[in-house]
């Protein structure tokens, strides 16, 4: 597994396309993860950059946390409403570790506040969930292919292209 600074080191091609992505939708993607029956749920979350490391927070009691409670595996992709992927798209996957640390909390919602205007400091967090990459992968379209890239932990990114 691999922090957020892990991953970029690793798979800056992948790591660009997703911060890119992740700016231009005003933070917006979609989360996968598994209900108590097994079955996928996908379901809208605005995951950050804080101290390096990628979150997954939001509100509480919401059926995704309770999804990653129960089953930290998640994946992790970039919203698009562009069919021809001209701006890129990305997906990342591995586990949640929720991380509760009041200290750390603070300093989230202190930082969310700046950025955002968004109070929640002073407030108790129910989960706050640090995201630990086991994969990634991007697609970038263009000049008459499509570029794949995949990353894999203890393995350099690489690039299937597909005409």
Same mark, same amino acid.
């Given at each position: 597994?691999?922090?957020?600074?892990?991953?970029?080191?690793?798979?800056?091609?992948?790591?660009?396309?997703?911060?890119?992505?992740?700016?231009?939708?005003?933070?917006?993607? #979609?989360?996968?993860?598994? &209900?108590?029956?097994?079955?996928?749920?996908?379901?809208?979350?605005?995951?950050?950059?804080?101290?390096?490391?990628?979150?997954?927070?939001?509100?509480?009691? +919401?059926? %995704?946390? &309770?999804?990653?409670?129960?089953?930290?595996?998640?994946?992790?992709?970039?919203?698009?409403?562009?069919?021809?992927?001209?701006?890129?798209?990305?997906?990342?996957?591995?586990?949640?570790?929720?991380?509760?640390? %009041?200290?750390?909390?603070?300093?989230?919602?202190?930082?969310?506040?700046?950025? +955002?205007?968004?109070?929640?400091?002073?407030?108790?967090?129910?989960?706050?969930?640090?995201?630990?990459? +086991?994969?990634?992968?991007?697609?970038?379209?263009?000049?008459?292919? #499509?570029?794949?890239?995949?990353? %894999?932990?203890?393995?350099?990114?690489?690039?299937?292209? %597909?005409?």
């Amino acid at each position: 597994m691999a922090s957020w600074n892990e991953f970029a080191e690793a798979a800056p091609r992948i790591a660009a396309i997703f911060s890119r992505r992740h700016a231009a939708t005003g933070n917006l993607c #979609m989360l996968g993860t598994l &209900r108590s029956d097994g079955f996928p749920r996908i379901s809208p979350v605005e995951p950050r950059f804080f101290e390096n490391q990628l979150w997954i927070a939001g509100m509480p009691n +919401t059926s %995704k946390f &309770r999804d990653l409670a129960r089953d930290p595996r998640f994946c992790l992709h970039t919203a698009t409403v562009d069919t021809e992927v001209k701006e890129g798209d990305a997906k990342l996957w591995g586990v949640v570790d929720d991380v509760q640390d %009041k200290a750390l909390h603070q300093r989230f919602a202190q930082a969310l506040f700046d950025e +955002t205007g968004f109070d929640i400091r002073g407030e108790e967090f129910d989960h706050c969930y640090r995201a630990d990459l +086991t994969g990634g992968s991007a697609v970038e379209v263009g000049d008459g292919h #499509m570029d794949i890239t995949i990353w %894999k932990p203890g393995e350099p990114e690489h690039v299937v292209r %597909k005409h």
